[in-house]
C-alpha cells in the first residue's frame, strides 16, 4: 500500500461548510480511484494522507496541488509502506483541530497547539497526529478503525467531521 502525506496552507479564509463540501467531492473522486484517506485542519493548514496504488495516489496528488485554494502544497512523506491500509475507514474524512478543547482530547496535551504551524511541517509529527486523529474519529462514532473486510473507504456523513 502506498501512502502520501502532504501539508499545505489556505489562500484565504474557507467556512466549514466549503471544506466539508471539499472533503466530500474528494471522498467520492478517492472512492472510485480505490483511494482513502484523512485529513486535519488547524489555522488554515491541512495535513492529509492519500493511500492507494501509487498511480491513483500520485494522479490525485498532482490535481490537488494544482487546486488555487491552497498553496505552499508541500509533500511531507511517501513510501510503499504496509500491506493494509492505515486509514481505510473513509475514503477521505476530516477533523478540524483548531478548537484547543478538541486538539487537547486528541493530542493528549496543548503543547504543539500553538506551534503547529511550524512542526506540521516535520513527517513524523504529522503522520502520528493524523493517526491519532484518526482513531479519535473512529471511535467517537464507534467504527472499526482497522476497517477489515472493508473493500473501499466510506463517504463521511456530516456528523462523522468532528469538530467541537
Ligand atoms: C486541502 C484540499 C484537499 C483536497 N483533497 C482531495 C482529495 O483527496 N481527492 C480529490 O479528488 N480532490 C481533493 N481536493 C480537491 C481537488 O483539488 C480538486 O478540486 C478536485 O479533485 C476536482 O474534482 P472534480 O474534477 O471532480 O471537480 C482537495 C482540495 C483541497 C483544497
Not at 501512502?3 to 478517492?30: G, H, P, Q, T, W
Not at 477533523?95 to 496543548?110: E, N, T, Y
Request: hydrophobic share 45%; net charge positive.
Amino acid at each position: 500500500m502506498y501512502m502520501l502525506v502532504f501539508r499545505s496552507e489556505l489562500n484565504s479564509i474557507l467556512s466549514y461548510n466549503v471544506i466539508k463540501d471539499i472533503c466530500i467531492l474528494s471522498a467520492r473522486n478517492n472512492r472510485r480511484h480505490g483511494i482513502s484517506g484523512f485529513m486535519i485542519e488547524c489555522g488554515g493548514v491541512f495535513v492529509q494522507i492519500l493511500e492507494g496504488s501509487a498511480e491513483a495516489v500520485d494522479a490525485t496528488f498532482q490535481r490537488v496541488s494544482a487546486d488555487a485554494r491552497h498553496h505552499h502544497v508541500d509533500l511531507l512523506l511517501s513510501t510503499a509502506g504496509s500491506a493494509g491500509r492505515q486509514f481505510g475507514a473513509w475514503a477521505m474524512n476530516l477533523m478540524f483541530l483548531d478548537d484547543p478543547l478538541l486538539w487537547r482530547r486528541v493530542a493528549g496535551s496543548l503543547s504543539s497547539y500553538d506551534d503547529f504551524l511550524r512542526r506540521s511541517r516535520d513527517p513524523v509529527f504529522s503522520l502520528g497526529l493524523l493517526s491519532l486523529a484518526y482513531q479519535f474519529a473512529c471511535s467517537a462514532i464507534n467504527i472499526d478503525p482497522a476497517a477489515t473486510g472493508l473493500k473501499r473507504g466510506r463517504i463521511p456523513r456530516t456528523r462523522h467531521m468532528l469538530r467541537s
